[in-house]
């Protein structure tokens, strides 16, 4: 990764979809209820990291500049 990211899944509106593991293959895993959580995100690109934000479909993942707090996934 090239910054220093915060990233952080809210399992209350997680829908399990696996969305987020396909675009962001080792960065995210499901726990034993089939809720997404963050696994390892040296396993993927930030680009990958926020594709995974983007396109989850309930706007379940948070991705912050660690550094400087700057919401990196922040919608419209
Ligand atoms: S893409 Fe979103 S809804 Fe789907 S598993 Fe990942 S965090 Fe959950």
Redo the contacts with the bound molecule.
Sequence with gaps: MARNLKVT???S?????????M?APGA?R?DEGG??EVADLDAATEEQILD?AF???????SVVDADTGEDLAARL
């Design positions: 899944v809210d399992k509106v997680c829908m399990g979809n696996q969305a987020c593991i675009n995210f499901l809720l997404s995974a396109e989850c479909p309930v706007a379940a993942i």
